[in-house]
């Protein structure tokens, strides 16, 4: 069965910093996907950026870029020159079988100004 | 770009009802739908997975005569809680696939807005 650890319960990280998110997971598959949701108060889930795991190169998505180390089966997410609306839940989530998605337990990311 | 809607967003109901929750894909047609649980500060749990046209797939632990889901058209799975009582209050939340077949780099995943249950 695959399992994701998110290790970090919450991490604080003030305006115009940088913050890393950490994410290892475990599976005995070659092809997968991986993914970051961010979830707001209201509960909505934003995805915020996903990898494939069959690419190299690490993913970004504007200030949002991720670290990928297929063989430590790690995924942690770089949140770059923080904003007050980046702070909220975010879920490192893995998926080898038609989108059933397996979540971490989420790191609640705090913004200071 | 693709939309799924879930409705309602809340609900209170008496304890001994039961409750339907809808998920639709309101601009694809989706074939597989999953539905999830959330407690309070935790995450999200599978519960299930919809298919169009034949029985749902729970996860283990998951009553099946408690949670029943009907996927009976392309773009709307349902998910009712049986016989509600006060530990079943939880959010729930539905997501869809975008794409057809097996799994690929094309596939998206588009989740609901979530419902929030209140058994009193």
Redesign the interface.
Known sequence: AQTVTQSQPEMSVQEAETVTLSCTYDTSESDYYLFWYKQPPSRQMILVIRQEAYKQQNATENRFSVNFQKAAKSFSLKISDSQLGDAAMYFCAYTDSWGKLQFGAGTQVVVTP | GAVVSQHPSRVICKSGTSVKIECRSLDFQAT?M?W?R?FPK?????MA?SNEGSKATYEQGVEKDKFLINHASLTLSTLTVTSAHPEDSS?Y?C?A?ESEG??G?G?T?Y?G??SWLTVV
């Open positions: 597989t999953f999830y959330q935790q995450s999200l749990m599978l997975t959010f939340i997501s696939r097996s799994w780099s596939n995943i989740f807005e979530g």
